[in-house]
Protein backbone atom coordinates (compact mmCIF):
# COMPACT_ATOMS: atom_id res chain seq x y z
CA UNK A 1 0.00 0.00 0.00
CA UNK A 2 3.04 2.13 1.01
CA UNK A 3 4.35 1.57 -2.18
CA UNK A 4 1.53 2.31 -4.44
CA UNK A 5 1.01 5.65 -2.73
CA UNK A 6 4.87 6.69 -3.21
CA UNK A 7 4.53 5.61 -6.80
CA UNK A 8 1.24 8.32 -7.42
CA UNK A 9 2.97 10.80 -5.60
CA UNK A 10 5.97 10.69 -7.79
CA UNK A 11 3.53 10.76 -10.78
CA UNK A 12 2.38 13.62 -9.70
CA UNK A 13 5.28 15.66 -8.63
CA UNK A 14 6.35 14.88 -12.15
CA UNK A 15 3.42 16.12 -14.09
CA UNK A 16 3.63 19.31 -12.23
CA UNK A 17 7.16 19.91 -13.13
CA UNK A 18 6.08 19.14 -16.98
CA UNK A 19 3.30 21.30 -16.97
CA UNK A 20 5.82 24.00 -15.31
CA UNK A 21 8.24 23.55 -18.43
CA UNK A 22 5.38 23.96 -21.01
CA UNK A 23 4.43 27.02 -18.79
CA UNK A 24 7.92 28.33 -18.86
CA UNK A 25 8.04 27.25 -22.80
CA UNK A 26 5.36 29.18 -23.88
CA UNK A 27 5.80 32.10 -21.66
CA UNK A 28 9.15 32.55 -22.63
CA UNK A 29 8.19 31.74 -26.70
CA UNK A 30 5.40 35.13 -25.97
CA UNK A 31 8.14 37.12 -24.46
CA UNK A 32 10.07 36.59 -27.59
CA UNK A 33 7.97 38.35 -29.54
CA UNK A 34 7.76 41.61 -27.69
CA UNK A 35 9.82 44.56 -28.35
CA UNK A 36 11.59 45.98 -25.02
CA UNK A 37 10.53 49.48 -24.40
CA UNK A 38 10.86 51.93 -21.58
CA UNK A 39 8.27 52.45 -18.50
CA UNK A 40 6.15 54.80 -19.95
CA UNK A 41 5.82 53.20 -23.18
CA UNK A 42 2.97 50.24 -23.97
CA UNK A 43 3.55 47.09 -25.88
CA UNK A 44 2.87 47.14 -29.31
CA UNK A 45 2.17 44.16 -31.25
CA UNK A 46 3.53 41.99 -34.06
CA UNK A 47 1.28 42.92 -36.47
CA UNK A 48 0.82 46.72 -36.02
CA UNK A 49 4.83 47.01 -35.84
CA UNK A 50 5.01 45.28 -39.04
CA UNK A 51 2.32 46.93 -40.90
CA UNK A 52 4.01 50.58 -39.54
CA UNK A 53 7.47 49.14 -41.50
CA UNK A 54 5.85 48.43 -44.44
CA UNK A 55 3.58 51.11 -45.17
CA UNK A 56 7.01 53.69 -44.18
CA UNK A 57 8.78 51.72 -46.77
CA UNK A 58 9.17 52.17 -50.24
CA UNK A 59 9.60 48.92 -50.98
CA UNK A 60 6.59 47.24 -49.19
CA UNK A 61 3.96 50.59 -50.77
CA UNK A 62 1.05 49.19 -51.88
CA UNK A 63 0.52 51.17 -55.71
CA UNK A 64 -2.16 52.85 -56.08
CA UNK A 65 -5.10 51.94 -58.85
CA UNK A 66 -6.34 54.35 -60.99
CA UNK A 67 -9.12 52.86 -63.15
CA UNK A 68 -9.04 53.76 -66.76
CA UNK A 69 -12.20 54.20 -69.61
CA UNK A 70 -11.91 53.19 -73.05
CA UNK A 71 -13.97 55.73 -74.64
CA UNK A 72 -14.17 54.13 -78.06
CA UNK A 73 -16.64 51.44 -76.66
CA UNK A 74 -18.84 54.37 -75.26
CA UNK A 75 -18.67 56.00 -78.42
CA UNK A 76 -22.23 56.15 -79.65
CA UNK A 77 -23.71 56.61 -83.37
CA UNK A 78 -23.70 59.77 -85.34
CA UNK A 79 -26.67 62.13 -84.61
CA UNK A 80 -28.48 64.28 -87.28
CA UNK A 81 -27.51 67.45 -88.60
CA UNK A 82 -28.42 70.39 -86.20
CA UNK A 83 -29.69 73.49 -87.48
CA UNK A 84 -27.49 76.41 -89.11
CA UNK A 85 -26.49 78.53 -86.87
CA UNK A 86 -26.65 82.25 -87.08
CA UNK A 87 -24.78 83.80 -89.65
CA UNK A 88 -21.84 85.70 -87.66
CA UNK A 89 -20.37 89.25 -88.40
CA UNK A 90 -18.57 89.92 -91.88
CA UNK A 91 -14.76 90.03 -91.24
CA UNK A 92 -12.23 92.68 -91.59
CA UNK A 93 -10.88 93.45 -95.10
CA UNK A 94 -8.03 92.03 -95.80
CA UNK A 95 -5.12 94.08 -97.27
CA UNK A 96 -4.99 94.82 -101.34
CA UNK A 97 -2.95 92.29 -102.76
CA UNK A 98 -0.05 92.93 -105.34
CA UNK A 99 -0.83 93.82 -108.67
CA UNK A 100 -0.63 90.64 -111.03
CA UNK A 101 1.03 90.47 -113.98
CA UNK A 102 -0.46 91.97 -117.68
CA UNK A 103 -2.05 89.34 -120.00
CA UNK A 104 -1.82 88.91 -123.66
CA UNK A 105 -3.72 91.60 -125.65
CA UNK A 106 -6.94 89.58 -127.11
CA UNK A 107 -7.94 89.55 -131.00
CA UNK A 108 -9.75 92.23 -132.07
CA UNK A 109 -13.63 91.57 -131.78
CA UNK A 110 -16.11 92.19 -134.12
CA UNK A 111 -18.23 95.87 -134.21
CA UNK A 112 -20.67 95.66 -131.78
CA UNK A 113 -24.30 96.75 -132.40
CA UNK A 114 -24.43 100.69 -131.53
CA UNK A 115 -25.93 102.14 -128.44
CA UNK A 116 -29.83 102.80 -127.90
CA UNK A 117 -31.55 103.07 -130.74
CA UNK A 118 -33.86 105.53 -129.68
CA UNK A 119 -31.37 108.00 -129.66
CA UNK A 120 -30.34 107.31 -133.61
CA UNK A 121 -32.38 108.49 -136.33
CA UNK A 122 -30.66 107.61 -139.29
CA UNK A 123 -29.17 105.29 -141.04
CA UNK A 124 -28.17 104.09 -144.22
CA UNK A 125 -25.85 101.77 -146.53
CA UNK A 126 -24.29 101.72 -150.38
CA UNK A 127 -21.88 98.65 -150.97
CA UNK A 128 -20.88 97.38 -154.57
CA UNK A 129 -19.58 94.08 -156.17
CA UNK A 130 -16.19 94.68 -158.53
CA UNK A 131 -16.59 90.60 -159.39
CA UNK A 132 -19.45 89.05 -161.91
CA UNK A 133 -21.50 86.14 -160.27
CA UNK A 134 -22.64 82.84 -162.02
CA UNK A 135 -25.48 81.00 -160.16
CA UNK A 136 -24.23 77.64 -159.21
CA UNK A 137 -27.34 77.02 -156.91
CA UNK A 138 -30.76 77.14 -156.80
CA UNK A 139 -30.50 80.10 -154.57
CA UNK A 140 -27.61 81.90 -153.90
CA UNK A 141 -26.65 84.43 -151.66
CA UNK A 142 -25.05 88.15 -153.60
CA UNK A 143 -22.49 89.50 -150.97
CA UNK A 144 -20.46 92.39 -151.67
CA UNK A 145 -16.85 94.04 -151.85
CA UNK A 146 -16.75 97.39 -151.56
CA UNK A 147 -18.05 99.66 -149.41
CA UNK A 148 -18.85 103.15 -149.86
CA UNK A 149 -21.04 104.19 -147.34
CA UNK A 150 -22.20 102.00 -144.12
CA UNK A 151 -23.59 104.27 -141.28
CA UNK A 152 -22.51 102.76 -137.91
CA UNK A 153 -21.57 99.65 -139.15
CA UNK A 154 -25.37 98.53 -139.95
CA UNK A 155 -24.29 96.79 -143.38
CA UNK A 156 -22.80 93.27 -142.24
CA UNK A 157 -20.00 92.88 -145.46
CA UNK A 158 -19.07 89.77 -144.22
CA UNK A 159 -23.09 88.34 -144.62
CA UNK A 160 -23.86 90.86 -147.31
CA UNK A 161 -26.84 91.65 -145.25
CA UNK A 162 -28.05 95.06 -143.33
CA UNK A 163 -29.44 94.55 -139.88
CA UNK A 164 -31.94 97.33 -138.82
CA UNK A 165 -31.39 99.04 -135.31
CA UNK A 166 -33.68 101.96 -136.12
CA UNK A 167 -37.18 100.81 -136.81
CA UNK A 168 -39.05 102.66 -139.63
CA UNK A 169 -39.25 103.20 -143.32
CA UNK A 170 -36.85 102.49 -146.04
CA UNK A 171 -36.01 103.09 -149.46
CA UNK A 172 -33.78 100.28 -150.77
CA UNK A 173 -32.10 100.19 -154.45
CA UNK A 174 -30.58 97.42 -156.64
CA UNK A 175 -29.07 97.78 -159.16
CA UNK A 176 -27.31 94.99 -161.53
CA UNK A 177 -25.41 94.36 -165.15
CA UNK A 178 -26.65 91.48 -167.63
CA UNK A 179 -25.02 90.76 -170.31
CA UNK A 180 -23.51 87.70 -173.05
CA UNK A 181 -26.77 85.80 -173.29
CA UNK A 182 -27.39 85.17 -169.39
CA UNK A 183 -30.86 85.41 -167.64
CA UNK A 184 -30.79 87.90 -164.50
CA UNK A 185 -33.36 86.72 -161.75
CA UNK A 186 -32.55 88.71 -158.07
CA UNK A 187 -34.51 88.18 -155.29
CA UNK A 188 -34.65 91.74 -152.73
CA UNK A 189 -35.67 89.79 -149.76
CA UNK A 190 -36.42 90.42 -146.51
CA UNK A 191 -35.71 88.43 -143.57
CA UNK A 192 -36.69 84.97 -145.73
CA UNK A 193 -39.33 86.18 -147.76
CA UNK A 194 -38.64 87.75 -151.36
CA UNK A 195 -40.70 90.73 -151.17
CA UNK A 196 -39.60 92.51 -154.59
CA UNK A 197 -37.65 90.49 -158.41
CA UNK A 198 -35.14 91.82 -160.50
CA UNK A 199 -35.38 90.14 -163.93
CA UNK A 200 -33.81 90.85 -167.34
CA UNK A 201 -34.25 88.52 -170.38
CA UNK A 202 -30.64 87.09 -172.33
CA UNK A 203 -29.36 89.63 -174.39
CA UNK A 204 -26.00 90.16 -176.89
CA UNK A 205 -26.27 93.53 -175.71
CA UNK A 206 -24.60 95.00 -172.16
CA UNK A 207 -27.69 96.14 -170.31
CA UNK A 208 -27.66 97.71 -167.04
CA UNK A 209 -30.77 96.58 -164.86
CA UNK A 210 -32.32 98.69 -161.42
CA UNK A 211 -34.98 97.71 -158.81
CA UNK A 212 -36.29 100.16 -156.32
CA UNK A 213 -38.98 99.85 -153.60
CA UNK A 214 -39.74 101.10 -149.43
CA UNK A 215 -40.15 98.86 -147.04
CA UNK A 216 -41.11 98.92 -143.56
CA UNK A 217 -38.79 97.22 -141.01
CA UNK A 218 -38.90 96.98 -137.60
CA UNK A 219 -35.97 96.63 -135.69
CA UNK A 220 -34.09 93.20 -136.29
CA UNK A 221 -35.37 93.04 -139.82
CA UNK A 222 -32.59 91.92 -142.38
CA UNK A 223 -32.23 92.91 -146.13
CA UNK A 224 -30.28 91.07 -148.39
CA UNK A 225 -29.93 90.17 -151.93
CA UNK A 226 -30.31 86.38 -153.59
CA UNK A 227 -29.95 85.18 -156.85
CA UNK A 228 -32.38 82.62 -158.05
CA UNK A 229 -31.76 80.04 -160.91
CA UNK A 230 -34.19 78.64 -163.53
CA UNK A 231 -33.99 76.77 -166.78
CA UNK A 232 -31.35 79.02 -168.46
CA UNK A 233 -27.80 79.99 -167.13
CA UNK A 234 -28.49 83.05 -164.63
CA UNK A 235 -25.38 85.69 -164.04
CA UNK A 236 -24.52 89.19 -163.45
CA UNK A 237 -21.47 90.90 -164.51
CA UNK A 238 -18.90 93.45 -163.37
CA UNK A 239 -15.21 94.53 -163.83
CA UNK A 240 -12.42 95.25 -160.85
CA UNK A 241 -11.96 98.85 -162.45
CA UNK A 242 -15.91 99.63 -163.06
CA UNK A 243 -18.61 98.39 -160.30
CA UNK A 244 -22.05 97.72 -161.87
CA UNK A 245 -23.80 95.86 -159.18
CA UNK A 246 -24.84 98.13 -156.37
CA UNK A 247 -27.19 97.65 -153.30
CA UNK A 248 -28.59 100.74 -151.42
CA UNK A 249 -30.62 101.93 -148.73
CA UNK A 250 -31.52 104.74 -146.39
CA UNK A 251 -33.87 105.89 -143.73
CA UNK A 252 -36.56 107.87 -144.97
CA UNK A 253 -39.07 108.25 -141.61
CA UNK A 254 -37.95 106.41 -138.17
CA UNK A 255 -41.20 105.10 -136.41
CA UNK A 256 -40.52 107.23 -133.40
CA UNK A 257 -41.80 110.60 -135.05
Known sequence: MSAVLLMLLVSTVNAST?????SLRR?????????????SEEPVSFASSRSTRT???????????????????????KGDLGEKGITGGAGKDG?????GY?????????????GNSCKLHYAAFSVGRRKPLHSSDYFQHVTFDTEFVNLYEHFSMF?????CYVPGIYFLNLNVHTWNFKETYLHLMKNNKE????YAQPSDRSIMQSQSLMLELQEGDEVWVRMFKRERENGIYSEESDIYITFNGHLIKPAIE
Open 55 to 77: SNDPTYSVPKVQPTIDITILKGE
Open 95 to 99: ERGLR
Open 18 to 22: LREKG
Open 102 to 114: NGRKGQKGQVGPP
Open 27 to 39: EARRLSCVRCCGP
Open 195 to 198: VAIL
Open 159 to 163: TGKFF
